[in-house]
């Protein structure tokens, strides 16, 4: 027998209960009333990016990271010193002819944080420099291990061509690597059962809500014959439908009736709680503050403060120095770190702990104050122009080593008498 919702809204199911053709058992009754067993669920990526928290997770991290100023620079004994040039303006201007290089980084990210894995090949010019940077797509990219030298085959379709590229020329940043050193493992995939349960949730939440979150019920009263229960069931979704349709909030039942729900109780499921913890789940598999996927409800001012600062320590400066490691090796070759003027890349995150304005003006003037800044790198930290005899190194006068502190003028009395 069809619920009162399947009347009222259209839907029709033949498979009823009182036929014989329907096999009576606990999954096939679940089914009956709607309720999916787990392992009926098909997880894909595309489907656990249709999770709010995942795609709010995914965006959140690969914008934020690609973002960051990536800075060359050079290591001498008189300290580091940043450089520009072609390579400064490969990691910071156009990757290629095609992309920015903000494009490419947050599309090198996303593919990190969805299939576990990103890769960028570099291209070279005749002095073996780095010209161009390009994206491969991981479900396209075989890796393995030939004569114990890792390489990287590349076939971007059926017809193309297969690219093969060494290990020195291809940027690689694996969510984890698995046992082999080789395959990896990626955060979607690896989590899918707890991701699984968040779209079971978002599914039957989708179910509960639909049609004005009305629950499938039944009918019961005294009726004489099957006939008289299927025509006061027919009546009374045309009575539903009507009161749905034109926003009321009751209907009336004939003496001797009742409604009772089907299925399972929204509100003892405690839905809201639910979605609560499966977002805290989320957080955890990308290692996010849960303030950063929008769950505010234990934030306040200064903890909403700290998780700031423990989201660019723990994770922004982590996957920042992952990335780091692969452009120094891969950019400059493993000579580079034994050389005695080394090349290195480094992101700029200080734009994500700059604070307030008092708070920062504050810290640049203590660094000004105490010979850590010179007045231009603090007005080039705030993007300002420098300005002449700004590039001199200063400190307060008034501390000084015991003793050698200045004589009072003849004729004046020392302090505190």
């Known amino acids: 027998m069809a619920t009162i919702l399947d009347r009222v809204f259209g839907r029709e199911n033949r498979n009823t209960i009182e036929s014989p053709k329907v096999r009576i058992s606990s999954e096939s009754i679940a089914a009956y009333f709607g309720i999916s067993s787990g392992n009926q669920i098909v997880v894909t990526d595309e489907k656990l990016l249709g999770i709010p928290a995942v795609w709010a997770a995914v965006n959140f991290l690969s914008r934020t990271l690609a973002a960051l100023p990536l800075h060359h620079f050079e290591r001498g004994d008189e300290g580091p010193r940043r450089l520009t040039g072609s390579l400064d303006a490969l990691l910071n201007g156009a990757a290629n002819d095609e992309l920015s290089a903000y494009a490419l980084r ?226 400059f070759g493993r000579d580079n770190y034994a050389k005695k003027r080394r090349q290195y890349v480094s992101h700029n995150v200080d734009g994500l702990l700059r604070g307030d304005f008092q708070t920062r003006m504050e810290g640049l003037a203590k660094a000004v104050q105490n010979a850590i800044l010179t007045p231009n790198e603090a007005r080039a930290l705030e993007n300002r122009q420098a300005l002449p005899m700004g590039d001199d190194l200063l400190i307060q006068g008034a501390t000084v080593p015991l003793g050698s502190q200045p004589l009072a003028p003849a004729g004046t009395s020392p302090p505190n008498e």
Not at 116 to 121: D, E, K, L, V
Not at 151 to 169: C, F, T
């Open 106 to 331: 947050k599309w090198f990210w996303e593919r990190t944080f969805t299939t576990g894995r990103g890769f960028a090949a570099i291209e070279r010019d005749a002095r073996g420099r780095a010209s161009d940077l390009f994206p491969l797509e991981p479900s396209k990219v075989t890796v393995e291990r030939i004569g114990g030298v890792r390489q990287y085959r590349y076939k971007p379709g059926a017809s193309a061509k297969e690219e093969i590229y060494k290990a020195a020329d291809v940027i690689d940043v694996a969510f984890m690597l698995r046992e082999d050193g080789v395959g990896h493992y990626g955060p979607l995939q690896i989590c899918r059962d707890s991701l699984a349960t968040a779209l079971g949730a978002k599914a039957y939440g989708g179910k509960i809500f639909k049609n004005g979150g009305l629950p499938a019920v039944v009918i019961e009263g005294p009726f004489a014959s099957v006939e008289g229960a299927s025509k006061s069931a027919d009546e009374m979704a045309q009575v539903m439908a009507k009161a749905f349709n034109e926003n009321k909030p009751a209907v009336a039942l004939p003496n001797g009736h009742t409604l009772k729900p089907v299925g399972i109780d929204p509100q003892k499921m405690q839905m809201t709680e639910f979605q609560r913890f499966l977002i805290e789940e989320i957080a955890r598999v990308f290692q996010l503050p849960p303030i950063f996927l929008h769950e505010l409800t234990r934030g306040t001012f200064s903890n909403a403060e700290q998780q700031d600062l423990h989201f660019v320590k723990h994770v922004v400066v982590q996957w920042a120095r992952a990335f780091e490691g692969e452009a120094d090796l891969k950019l």
